[in-house]
């Protein structure tokens, strides 16, 4: 495993999966302003890797984070506030714009600016006993990392709104039935979970997967018919491919498919 800038954050690759692990336990992975720059050069790196099909995101220790760093958020200044929200907003865009899918685990704990990282997120995996949801208007602030608009296209402005303004958390399994978390596992299993999930992912045709994620990213943007000339379009670069032959063949062959990204 590689330890990224100041080392609050590691990068480790198996076959065509990145793991990036949060690596400040005796904070409880905690973010300041370091771990948002480690965090952002993690996912500048799995972005550099032609050979990544599929990211993970897990917290080491007990936690996957206690949010933002409390010190941090309680002595910043004006200019200490520019800098948070530059700091998280270089880094969950950045998770949001990588064009393979990305799968976050959470285990016993997401709160507040830690929720708001997971909603970037293609996919969610959560322990059954986890602390999950914001606590910003409690602490006479809001959400300003995405929770007021990555949230509401998650699981719609009415639910958003109460989880915003009362800041509780929400329960794992309401959770997975409002469709912001895919699965709800055993404590413990997180990790295992995640990966398994993200594995499986990584199976799937590249080509296929990436142009896939871009115009689903793009449906609420767009009106339906730019949407569907978006679908057109990227079909037209999958269509002409060796994963198109490949998948079809395989199905054909009875067999599993050997997919290039080409």
């Not at 409880?28 to 771990?35: F, G, I, P, S």
């Not at 393979?100 to 059954?128: C, M």
């Not at 002409?240 to 599993?256: I, Q």
Request: proline share 4%; aromatic share 6%; with cysteine.
């Amino acid at each position: 495993m590689q330890s990224i800038g100041a080392g609050t954050v590691a990068v480790s690759f198996e076959d065509h999966r990145a793991d990036v692990l949060l690596d400040r336990p005796e904070k409880r992975n905690a973010m300041d302003l370091t771990v948002l720059d480690d965090l952002r050069a993690a996912v500048e790196t799995v972005d550099d890797r032609e050979d990544v099909r599929v990211m993970t995101l897990l917290g080491n220790g007990p936690v996957f984070s206690a949010g933002m760093d409390l010190e941090l958020m309680a002595e910043a200044d004006m200019d200490g506030h520019q800098e948070i929200y530059d700091g998280l907003r270089g880094v969950f865009d950045g998770i949001a714009d990588l064009s393979v899918p990305t799968v976050v685990g959470i285990e016993k704990a997401a709160i507040a600016g830690a929720f708001e990282l997971t909603l970037p997120f293609d996919f969610r995996i959560i322990g059954a006993d986890a602390a999950y949801g914001l606590k910003e208007t409690k602490l006479g602030i809001f959400p300003f990392g995405g929770g007021t608009q990555r949230l509401p296209r998650l699981i719609g402005l009415a639910k958003a709104k109460e989880l915003v303004m009362k800041s509780d958390t929400i329960d794992p399994e309401e959770a997975e039935r409002l469709g912001l978390v895919n699965e709800v596992v055993e404590p413990g299993t997180v990790g295992e979970a995640t990966r398994a999930y993200a594995d499986e992912l990584a199976t799937r045709a590249p080509m296929g997967m990436t142009r896939a994620k871009e115009c689903l990213n793009s449906a609420f943007d767009v009106t339906l018919a730019e949407g569907l000339d978006m679908e057109y379009e990227r079909s037209r670069e999958v269509w002409d491919s060796h994963d198109h032959r490949e998948g079809f063949a395989a199905m054909l062959e009875d067999r599993e498919p050997e997919f290039e990204g080409e």
